[in-house]
């Protein structure tokens, strides 16, 4: 797990202290969009499908840390929308820091460069930059051309400045798994901390439905992928048993509030990616007024039936990892350097 070692001592003792409470639900990163704006209209994401005046919203550096306190998880990913675009996004940052947060500000990287003397290099903070795939392949995912080399140039300059640096990709429906090899390549060639990886989700709001694939799909495609990923030197910043899931090796069912979401309408319910069933107005009425039953594959809801997003399952496998002394030692000879 390709992290800073502080992050991943605060997340361990976090996780330890829950299981010593008796705590069954709880979140491990707190999503935050504090806006919808975005300043590319990729064919795979809803967000911009907003109406303007919801595009013009924003979300208050005050509300996005209260948010991280009534949360508590140890880890705030900072997405949007184009997080760079909020006027105050230093200010949310630098406060989520002084509050002891690890931050992921995710960020397709069109306004990095511009904006990188704005943020100190920390342990706590880590640049989370979308890209999806190799030159051709992102730069269609985005649906604009020249996206890639501007990424891949703020990539450069972020690592020079010192700072922590990491890969978000998505997979979509016909990608060549070889080509991604390559690019996984690629990506560790550019000298970034880490990479993560995922199947896209089908947004109902997505203008373009045909890119997201099936279960099924989903899996034969990360078994040719990730084959043998172990020793290609590809550092995932995945639990490995996450990527055991995607490649159809181990099973889980979802735990939607392990990544819970506050964006400029409230707690999404029930998660990150679907709205099905409003807003909560704090994280503890998100937690005690969800049907949590209805939702999951094994609930029979067709929205979740092919969702396999490292968002509702991942922290599943991190529970498990922690079930008992066996899988947490398998867990920790996987994560050990080779």
Same mark, same amino acid.
């Given at each position: 797990?390709?992290?800073?070692?502080?992050?991943?001592?605060?997340?361990?003792?976090?996780?330890?202290?829950?299981?010593?409470?008796?705590?069954?639900?709880?979140?491990?990163?707190?999503?935050?969009?504090?806006?919808?704006?975005?300043?590319?209209?990729?064919? !795979?994401?809803?967000?911009?499908?907003?109406?303007?005046?919801?595009?013009?919203? #924003?979300?208050?550096?005050?509300?996005?840390?209260?948010?991280?306190?009534?949360? !508590?998880?140890?880890?705030?990913?900072? /997405?949007?929308?184009?997080?760079?675009?909020?006027?105050?996004?230093? !200010?949310?940052? $630098?406060?989520?820091?002084?509050? *002891?947060?690890?931050?992921?500000?995710?960020?397709?990287?069109?306004?990095?460069? #511009?904006?990188?003397? #704005?943020?100190?290099?920390?342990?706590?903070?880590?640049?989370?930059?979308?890209? +999806?795939?190799?030159?051709?392949?992102?730069?269609?995912?985005?649906?604009?051309?020249?996206?890639?080399?501007?990424?891949?140039?703020?990539?450069?300059?972020?690592?020079?400045?010192?700072?922590?640096?990491?890969?978000?990709?998505?997979?979509?429906?016909?990608? +060549?798994?070889?080509?991604?090899? #390559?690019?996984? $390549?690629?990506?560790?060639?550019?000298?970034? &901390?880490?990479?993560?990886?995922?199947? *896209?989700?089908?947004?109902?709001?997505?203008?373009?439905?045909?890119?997201?694939?099936?279960?099924?799909?989903?899996?034969?495609?990360?078994?040719?992928?990730?084959? &043998?990923?172990?020793?290609?030197?590809? $550092?995932?910043?995945?639990?490995?048993?996450?990527? &055991?899931?995607?490649?159809?090796?181990? &099973?889980?069912?979802?735990?939607?509030?392990?990544?819970?979401?506050?964006?400029?309408?409230?707690?999404?319910?029930?998660?990150?990616?679907?709205? $099905?069933? !409003?807003?909560?107005?704090?994280?503890?009425?998100?937690?005690?007024?969800?049907?949590?039953?209805?939702?999951?594959?094994?609930?029979?809801?067709?929205?979740?039936?092919?969702?396999?997003?490292?968002?509702?399952?991942?922290?599943?496998?991190?529970? +498990?990892?922690?079930?008992?002394?066996?899988?947490?030692?398998?867990?920790?000879?996987?994560?050990?350097? /080779?």
């Amino acid at each position: 797990m390709p992290v800073p070692f502080r992050m991943q001592a605060a997340v361990f003792k976090y996780i330890l202290k829950q299981k010593f409470l008796g705590i069954e639900r709880y979140p491990l990163v707190l999503m935050r969009e504090p806006l919808f704006a975005c300043n590319l209209e990729c064919g !795979g994401c809803g967000k911009i499908q907003y109406p303007s005046d919801i595009l013009k919203k #924003r979300l208050s550096p005050e509300e996005c840390w209260a948010a991280a306190e009534e949360c !508590g998880a140890p880890i705030v990913s900072v /997405a949007g929308g184009e997080p760079l675009a909020h006027a105050e996004i230093q !200010g949310i940052v $630098d406060g989520l820091i002084a509050r *002891g947060k690890y931050i992921y500000l995710c960020t397709n990287a069109i306004l990095l460069e #511009r904006n990188l003397h #704005r943020f100190k290099p920390s342990s706590q903070l880590i640049f989370s930059i979308h890209l +999806d795939g190799t030159q051709h392949v992102h730069d269609r995912a985005v649906c604009r051309e020249g996206v890639y080399k501007t990424a891949v140039s703020a990539i450069a300059k972020a690592k020079s400045l010192g700072h922590n640096v990491m890969t978000n990709t998505t997979i979509f429906s016909g990608e +060549d798994s070889g080509e991604f090899r #390559r690019f996984f $390549d690629e990506s560790m060639a550019m000298g970034v &901390d880490g990479m993560m990886i995922s199947p *896209g989700y089908a947004y109902e709001k997505a203008p373009q439905q045909e890119l997201f694939l099936k279960r099924e799909d989903v899996r034969a495609w990360f078994r040719a992928a990730l084959k &043998d990923w172990r020793t290609m030197g590809w $550092d995932f910043n995945h639990s490995p048993f996450y990527l &055991d899931y995607l490649e159809g090796k181990r &099973d889980y069912v979802c735990t939607p509030w392990g990544n819970p979401l506050r964006n400029v309408f409230g707690w999404q319910k029930p998660c990150y990616l679907m709205d $099905d069933a !409003g807003y909560a107005q704090s994280y503890r009425e998100l937690l005690e007024t969800t049907q949590w039953e209805r939702y999951g594959q094994d609930s029979g809801n067709p929205k979740c039936v092919n969702c396999m997003t490292h968002v509702g399952i991942e922290p599943s496998a991190v529970v +498990d990892a922690f079930s008992g002394p066996r899988k947490f030692f398998d867990l920790v000879a996987d994560i050990a350097p /080779a």
